[in-house]
């Protein structure tokens, strides 16, 4: 295909958001991450890139477990698109397969990328061959290329990258082509333009030294030097430096006058064949004021509004139309800022402003061919002279829009085909649309996707429509409000205006009222504004199957939602429910806070649950979130697998569905961090709706299978709150099973907690309802998490007997790595009965079957095991090698509370080999990990090992610091480790080895 022109062929675009089109019809693209793929392939200019490129590039570390497979789909889907007609099972020819790579073949001249670098060239031969003027004309027309952010709508770290290097690109030939009209003493005709780009970029002193000789040679001395006060002062404040010597050197120049500084003459150029030499005198028309009133309240938005006044009043270019597409979810206040944005450019354009609300999400969408009738007319055109052809009329427009500076506002568009008419042709001219859909089709336009306000911003507004001194009076309760609103301004500004109306309300009376989420969207409402219309509106629009998705993933309560476990909601392919997902975004009812997870506004989900109330049987409702749970008890059962070998537990769930799969614990407990929140709410939605032990055992039995994560250290208090409301629901209904399992986590959260005579009392209720019911799942762990918990009360031999019973149940039932679990955790107690050989023998033999059977995690912990039984017998050398075995396995697979333990463990064994700088590091590592997880008895731990290691050292006073701190702490947990720091505190003022303190449990 090379040599194809682009025009009838095949054209790309990367500069801006990428894109694709044959024979000047935009082609469908699909998904970011299918653009992304494109992106990366276009950039690579023909050569090969291999799969796992593709996959670091598009995902990085978040690469899902079948990226590969995605990523295969993605090709085919793109080489359909490039290639429609190509016969089945014939070999690609733009698309191709290399090795084991892929490769995009361009057609020449169809990158716009190439097309730029190609205008640089040129505008570089021109300036060496004196033609300043050739030169400019050139770098203008490749900057006009640029349609927006590069690789707009691409995702992945590839993009990222590649984004920034081409907008350093870019910025640096504007700075190029800044010096060349300088040259052409252009002066006057760039401060504007020089103006705009120093406030995107303050701190380039390029451009601020451009700007600085160009307001000189306008006779501006006094506004060259406040450019340099401001660039100092900004440099100073964000980066602590001065000015370079070239900027410095500018500034003195200027102060003292150098005459060399004035423009030079330049010879005149010959201009390019076929231009005219006069333009034709603009032919007298009227000047139309459309604008709606702009609020006199407006509020916040002051960075968008800047960026947006900047790109509306850049001086006009050789090409392209300045275009500000501002899309948002409705009530946002997307009509607002354009409405006040034109008004700050009004004397931009002196030709005037045309605005059209296109009301493109009602029944009454506005034709393009009518909004065009209407401006023709406002343009002075007589009514019997407007054309009736569509394209005739829009080529009529455009026509007199040309040589002329008219801003239009387009208002409430439905999509880019009933925009692209109404758009103006020629530069000097600037178009603003307003849209709830992202319109990334649009040719040209920057896109502004339209956020909610920040809290100060969202209680201005509230203060300057009810009143400031009445919200001033009530700050709290005020904040409170407008978080209820979601910061959403439209809802804000009803709410506000509610209050003004109403003398005798408090703004505290308006928190109960928005409290209530059955209730809210009543409350949001006021003469004809309402948030609830504002978002029907988007909704009548959705099809069939959006307006389903739309309503079912409204049901679950975490705070977003992945795309598996949205496909598990509606029942589709995650292909599937990734495409439905992503057009919910593009149309402005869902968010995308991360590569592959979607959540609500809270207003917008309140709104889904009344229409899933109304367009969705209660059995279905139901299903989905059985589903859901499906997948995420599946899900996690393939965690605790990979965390636990050996472990019984999840061959003895009761799992229905299909979830994830893992390839490593690392991957495994990563899922479990990542989905935590949502886990949570699942398992809280299910104990608060559950009827019967059949829809609360998935809840229960999740719980017991997320336990990896509860060594995490992340989501303890989750795990209590989840524990003690599964235990509720399951004891009103009479549900022993789900009863076992909710009081064994409850158990292992208590003892995480150092609360040990409550886990114990969980733990023995826990056992006799296993044995009661002959149920197996937690038989053998609650055993040994038994005997555990009684060894750390230093009932050593009671311990024992109950690691004894473990070890036989565990061999009864064919379970060797629960045998090795007993005996790595018996070793202790063996200790603790001055019996180390036995301590040795047995850690030694839970190490052997743990490392026989594979199990890393098995043998991570045996060997912390083994590491302390080995450190109190002086073997140090070795026990230092075990326990740093573990703790990279520990700290590759986040399981922070095994990492603290560690890292106090390994800081032990450093004092007792009076390795005291060393023993310091690793103390101060489980300090931190242990407050960053939120665990006091850790933190006790880290403290009391800190202490005397900082003693070791002879840092006394720090030293008895610590000591105190952990004492506190121990006695407030009421751990018998108090008594032991007692007994060393009060010996403290009689001087003996830091190594003679006492030992505590972990």
């Known amino acids: 295909m090379a040599g194809q022109s682009v025009e009838s062929g095949l054209r790309f675009a990367v500069l801006g958001p990428v894109r694709a089109w044959r024979d000047g019809q935009e082609l469908d693209l699909g998904t970011p991450l299918q653009r992304s793929i494109l992106g990366m392939l276009l950039l690579r200019e023909g050569h090969a890139v291999t799969p796992n490129e593709m996959i670091d590039a598009v995902w990085g570390e978040e690469a899902p477990p079948r990226a590969l497979g995605a990523l295969r789909t993605y090709v085919s889907r793109l080489r359909t698109v490039l290639e429609p007609d190509r016969p089945a099972r014939s070999r690609p020819e733009l698309l191709t397969s290399i090795g084991r790579g892929y490769a995009l073949r361009l057609p020449e001249d169809s990158l716009d990328l190439t097309r730029f670098e190609r205008g640089i060239q040129q505008a570089e031969a021109a300036r060496k061959a004196g033609k300043p003027a050739e030169c400019a004309r050139a770098l203008r027309a490749a900057l006009a290329l640029f349609e927006g952010e590069p690789l707009a709508g691409t995702v992945g770290p590839y993009s990222e990258h590649q984004r920034d290097r081409l907008v350093e690109r870019r910025i640096s030939v504007v700075e190029t082509l800044m010096d060349v009209d300088l040259e052409l003493g252009n002066h006057a005709k760039i401060v504007s333009e020089l103006i705009a780009l120093t406030a995107d970029h303050p701190l380039r002193e390029r451009l601020r030294a451009q700007l600085m000789l160009a307001l000189y040679r306008c006779g501006r001395q006094g506004d060259a030097l406040n450019v340099f006060t401001e660039t100092r002062e900004a440099l100073i404040d964000e980066l602590g430096i001065e000015p370079g010597p070239e900027l410095s050197a500018l500034h003195q120049r200027i102060l003292a006058a150098d005459p060399t500084l004035a423009a030079a003459e330049v010879p005149q150029e010959e201009e390019p064949a076929g231009e005219e030499e006069q333009q034709q005198p603009a032919l007298e028309l009227p000047r139309p004021a459309q604008l709606p009133a702009a609020v006199s309240d407006f509020t916040g938005r002051k960075e968008i509004a800047v960026r947006l006044r900047t790109l509306l009043s850049a001086q006009p270019a050789a090409e392209g139309v300045p275009i500000a597409a501002i899309s948002g979810i409705g009530g946002v206040g997307k009509t607002t800022l354009a409405v006040h944005v034109a008004h ?70 439905r999509d880019a085909a009933q925009v692209s008419p109404l758009l103006p042709g020629t530069p000097g001219c600037a178009a603003i649309v307003t849209s709830r859909g992202k319109l990334a089709d649009l040719p040209s336009a920057k896109l502004v996707d339209l956020d909610v306000m920040e809290p100060d911003e969202a209680l201005s507004l509230f203060s300057s429509v009810a009143g400031a ?90 705070p977003d939602i992945s795309v598996g476990a949205a496909s598990a909601v509606l029942s589709m392919s995650m292909f599937e429910a990734e495409e439905v997902l992503e057009s919910l975004v593009d149309a402005s009812l869902l968010e995308a806070p991360a590569p592959g997870r979607y959540r609500f506004h809270d207003l917008l989900k309140l709104f889904a649950r009344r229409a899933l109330d109304r367009g969705e049987r209660p059995q279905a409702r139901t299903m989905a979130l059985r589903r859901l749970l499906g997948f995420y008890l599946a899900s996690a059962q393939s965690a605790h697998t990979l965390a636990y070998e050996g472990s019984m537990i999840p061959a003895n769930l009761v799992v229905v569905g299909s979830g994830l799969t893992f390839t490593s614990v690392d991957e495994a407990v990563a899922w479990l961090i990542s989905e935590g929140d949502s886990l949570f709410a699942a398992i809280d939605q299910a104990a608060a709706t559950a009827r019967t032990a059949e829809q609360l055992l998935p809840a229960a039995d999740l719980l017991v299978a997320m336990e990896p994560l509860l060594e995490a250290g992340t989501h303890t208090r989750e795990f209590d709150r989840g524990t003690k409301a599964v235990l509720a629901t399951a004891q009103r209904n009479a549900d022993q099973g789900s009863e076992l399992r909710a009081r064994y986590v409850q158990g292992r959260v208590l003892f995480a907690d150092n609360r040990l005579k409550d886990a114990e009392q969980h733990f023995r209720i826990v056992h006799e309802l296993s044995r009661a019911r002959q149920e197996k799942i937690v038989t053998g762990e609650v055993l040994n998490a038994l005997a555990v918990v009684v060894g750390r009360q230093r009932r050593h031999t009671e311990a024992l007997s109950l690691f004894e019973a473990a070890m036989r149940w565990y061999r009864e039932n064919g379970v060797p790595a629960g045998e090795a679990l007993v005996l790595s955790y018996s070793a202790r107690d063996h200790l603790g009965l001055g019996r180390p050989e036995d301590a040795i023998a047995a850690a030694e033999k839970g190490l052997a079957i743990f490392t026989e059977i594979g199990s890393g995690a098995g043998t991570a912990r045996a060997r912390y095991h083994l590491g302390i039984v080995l450190s109190r017998v002086g073997r140090l050398t070795e026990a230092v090698h075990h326990h740093a075995e573990c703790l990279a396995f520990f700290r590759a697979s986040k399981q922070r509370v095994w990492e603290q333990r560690v890292c106090s463990r390994l800081a032990e064994t450093f004092i007792a080999a009076e390795r005291y700088p060393d023993a310091v590091r690793h103390a101060e590592q489980a300090l931190v990990v242990s407050r960053e997880i939120g665990h006091p008895y850790g933190e006790a731990l880290s403290l009391t090992v800190l202490g005397r290691a900082l003693r070791g050292l002879g840092s006394t006073t720090r030293s008895l610091d610590c000591l105190r701190q952990a004492f506190d702490i121990f006695s407030r947990l009421g751990a018998p480790e108090a008594g032991d720091l007692k007994v060393l505190l009060d010996s403290i003022a009689t001087p003996e080895p830091a190594g003679d303190g006492p030992v505590v449990e972990s």
């Open 344 to 413: 700050l450019v009004d004397d931009v354009f002196p030709d005037g402003q045309l605005y059209a609300d296109l009301r493109g999400y009602t029944d009454q969408a506005l034709a393009p061919e009518s909004a065009l009738g209407g401006f023709l007319r406002a343009l002075g055109v007589p009514p019997d002279v407007i054309p009736d052809a569509p394209a005739e009329r829009s080529a009529l427009y455009r026509s007199i829009l040309a040589e002329r500076r008219i801003l239009v506002l387009l208002d409430n568009a």
């Open 469 to 558: 001194e009445r919200v001033a009076a009530e700050h709290g309760a005020a904040m409170d409000v407008v978080a209820a609103c979601g910061f959403l301004p439209l809802a804000v500004r009803i709410v506000a205006s509610r209050l003004a109306a109403r003398p005798s309300w408090t703004v505290a009376s308006l928190v109960p009222r928005l409290a209530d989420e059955q209730r809210r969207l009543d409350e949001l409402r006021v003469g004809n504004l309402a948030v609830e219309a504002t978002f029907a509106l988007g909704y009548g629009q959705l099809t069939s199957v959006q307006a389903r998705a739309f309503r079912l993933l409204s049901l679950p309560n975490g």
